[in-house]
């Protein structure tokens, strides 16, 4: 395993996952689930592994869609978009439903970049959701939208089916 030396966001692809990707897909969505696992309450199932059973839609439903991002043809994570707000039902809104960067390529900006390209492509009013508990996911997305928009955006608290959001809200209108 050679040093990784930083040079991103430089070498960063976002590309869109196909069906042909799905099992790609659900292996990083465990090491997410892993990851979540620290502080929200999942379990593994019997077969050791978390699961997710909305993983199938994104390859039958128009307003879904699944990225990999890759740096130097290496996986380096993954988001899953749709449309359709969580909160309010509204379904003009673009939600960023899953967001994953591999471990080995955190805190280079890989997520902020990524996650730019995703709101550049799908323009329009969007929702990004953190659960209470995920404190390093209220700090990046903070960060995140605002480097984006240039500008700061404060999140509203919000509670659904029992659980406990941070929803950052805001329009892209970003130029790529
Ligand atoms: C949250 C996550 C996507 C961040 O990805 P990343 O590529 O490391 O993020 P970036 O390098 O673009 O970070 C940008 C800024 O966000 C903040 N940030 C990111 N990770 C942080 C951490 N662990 N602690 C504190 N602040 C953090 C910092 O301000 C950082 O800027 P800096 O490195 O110059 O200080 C990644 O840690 C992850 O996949 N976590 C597990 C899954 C998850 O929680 N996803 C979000 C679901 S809502």
């Known amino acids: 395993m050679g040093a990784f030396t930083p040079r991103l966001p ?11 990707h799905a099992v790609t897909v659900a292996n990083l969505f465990e090491l997410y689930a892993h990851d ?3 502080f929200h309450d999942v379990e ?9 059973n909305n993983l199938p839609l994104y390859w039958s439903e128009p307003n879904r869609h699944a990225f990999l991002f890759s740096v130097r043809q290496k996986l380096a994570g993954f988001a899953l978009v749709k449309r ?16 994953f960067v591999v471990r080995r390529y955190r805190r280079h900006g890989l997520g ?18 953190v659960m209470e508990s995920n404190h390093v996911a ?3 997305w903070a960060r995140a939208i605002a ?15 029992g659980r406990r959001w941070y929803v950052f809200s ?6 790529p």
């Open 170 to 175: 805001f329009d892209s209108g970003l130029t």
């Open 112 to 129: 902020t970049a990524a996650a730019r390209q995703i709101w550049t492509r799908f323009t329009g009013r969007w929702e990004v959701r």
């Open 44 to 52: 593994l199932g019997d077969d050791g592994r978390f699961g997710y």
């Open 147 to 161: 480097t984006a928009l240039k500008e700061t955006i404060s999140p509203v608290h919000a509670e659904v089916a």
């Open 10 to 20: 430089v070498d960063l692809e976002v590309l869109p996952a196909t069906r042909d």
């Open 138 to 140: 209220y700090d990046f």
């Open 36 to 38: 979540f696992s620290e």
């Open 84 to 99: 359709g707000s969580e909160i309010t039902g509204d379904e003009c809104i673009w939600d960023m439903a899953e967001f």
